[in-house]
């Protein structure tokens, strides 16, 4: 069984920053692409970016430049470093892995159990 555990949330004011992190744990076979999509209330989950195990990355459009995502492929972890922070950016982060476990080596797409961050205007 795998999991994907986020951490970093939390409240900030308006122009602050924020860290997240998901670490993938577990029976893991082979762990691919890595992502964060966030869900304000209301609305549908969205992209925020996703990362390749080989680096390379790609955005939502409107978050190029204030957010910026990585990964540690030692600790099996992707990071989302938030900056200039506003109240639309407030959501239910997730955190999401394309991996294949050794239960049955199928790919499948894993989901964290999503972190809030709210910015205080």
């Known amino acids: 069984q795998v999991q994907l555990v986020e951490s970093g949330g939390g409240l900030v004011q308006a122009g602050g920053s924020l860290r997240l992190s998901c670490a993938a744990s577990g029976r893991i076979f082979r762990l691919d692409d890595m992502g964060w999509y966030r869900q304000a209330r209301g609305k549908q989950r969205d992209l925020v970016a996703r990362?390749?195990?080989?680096?390379?990355?790609n955005y939502a459009d409107s978050l190029k430049g204030r957010f910026t995502i990585s990964r540690d492929n030692t600790k099996n972890t992707v990071y989302l470093q938030m900056n200039s922070l506003k109240p639309e950016d407030t959501a239910v982060y997730y955190c999401?892995?394309?991996?294949?476990?050794?239960?049955?080596?199928?790919?499948?797409?894993?989901w964290g159990q999503g972190t809030q961050v709210t910015v205080a205007s």
């Open positions: 999401a892995a394309d991996m294949r476990d050794y239960s049955d080596y199928v790919l499948k797409t894993y």
């Open positions: 990362i390749t195990s080989g680096g390379s990355t």
